[in-house]
């Protein structure tokens, strides 16, 4: 795999890590997301950032209700 895929993959499992996060990703989907969080450990990095702009976001939302 060149670096340019990887990247696109990257950047695809990325797009879909607040799916992951909410509980909504399925199938297929959720199937990558789990293998790349497995075998890359730049993944687990991202998941961490997602989880923290996730946990800002619902946070920013029940502030406004």
């Known amino acids: 795999m060149s670096a340019a895929e990887k990247m696109s993959r990257r950047d ?4 879909l890590l607040p799916f992951y996060l909410n509980g909504s ?16 450990p730049a993944a687990l990095a991202a998941l961490g950032e997602a989880e923290a ?5 619902a946070a920013a939302n029940e502030a406004i209700r």
């Open 25 to 40: 990703l399925e199938g297929a989907e959720l199937e990558a997301v789990e293998e790349w969080l497995a075998s890359d």
């Open 12 to 15: 695809e499992m990325e797009t």
């Open 53 to 57: 702009e996730f946990s800002g976001t």
